[in-house]
């Protein structure tokens, strides 16, 4: 199995479990989160969704390129990445608090997923960062479109995205796409986080959920993350992206 669902007084922790391959993702782990996702949906009983990664070295390096390299074309690239697109929005859309726990490095759609999510606690090692640019295509699972939405200064959320690459826990955290950084153990920072969140009726959570979402459908979230996703797969055809991606598969053997 290459995740885990644990459920622990109203918290469901879904991690992913592949830190042999840096916590990546493949169509096995988009299953998984499918799985929890429509849990949460039919089950009034779960407080808080937490997203980690297994180990200290990832919270998740994005999709598995050694297993969707073989794509090659603008339809077939637009197949996997509308796929995950869709499970990303169903994940921001929830009716729940999610928390992304990020143990270790977030990068290319590990971030996207850590920004789909509505708090980001890093631990004090951890470097996150958009590097999808270094492959020559776009964010392409929505992650740009909720960056903009994340309260941070628009020149910050576009040069992160533009310049492609890592940035510590620390400038995270004072750009404010970090709620906190921790340092020790991921367990007892998540339950300092929701300490006083747990003191609330969840009816209060869902209640100033629907106002965010409520914000969102008029401002066709969706429609919006879907183009950005278009944009990726066009890229994802081009000769650069290709190149790009053989050199990246060379260096990894």
């Not at 429509?38 to 390096?61: M, P, W």
Request: proline share 1%; with cysteine.
């Amino acid at each position: 199995m290459v995740y885990k669902i644990e459920k622990n007084e109203g918290v469901i922790t879904f991690t992913i479990d592949r830190a042999e391959k840096r916590n990546a993702i493949n169509d096995e782990v988009m299953e998984g989160f499918k799985k929890v996702i429509t849990y949460i949906k039919e089950h009034n009983d779960v407080r808080f969704l937490v997203i980690t990664g297994s180990g200290e070295q990832a919270f998740c390096s994005g999709g598995d390129l050694s297993e969707f390299h073989f794509l090659k074309t603008e339809a077939e690239a637009f197949g996997m990445l509308s796929k995950m697109g869709n499970i990303l929005y169903d994940l921001a859309t929830l009716h729940v608090p999610t928390i992304a726990l990020i143990n270790g490095a977030a990068v290319g759609g590990g971030c996207e997923i850590a920004t789909a999510c509505d708090f980001r606690l890093v631990a004090s090692h951890a470097k996150c960062g958009f590097i999808q640019g270094t492959l020559s295509i776009t964010s392409g699972w929505g992650g740009g479109t909720y960056l903009f939405e994340r309260g941070l200064r628009h020149d910050q959320a576009l040069k992160m995205l533009i310049e492609s690459k890592k940035y510590d826990a620390q400038l995270l955290y004072e750009m404010g796409w970090a709620m906190g950084v921790f340092e020790g153990s991921k367990e007892q920072a998540l339950e300092a986080f929701i300490g006083d969140m747990r003191n609330i009726h969840p009816d209060v959570h869902r209640a100033y959920k629907e106002i965010e979402l409520r914000k969102w459908k008029e401002k066709n979230m969706y429609e919006r993350v879907m183009e950005e996703i278009r944009l990726c797969a066009k890229l994802w055809e081009s000769d650069a992206h290709n190149e790009a991606v053989a050199r990246f598969l060379n260096k990894t053997k």
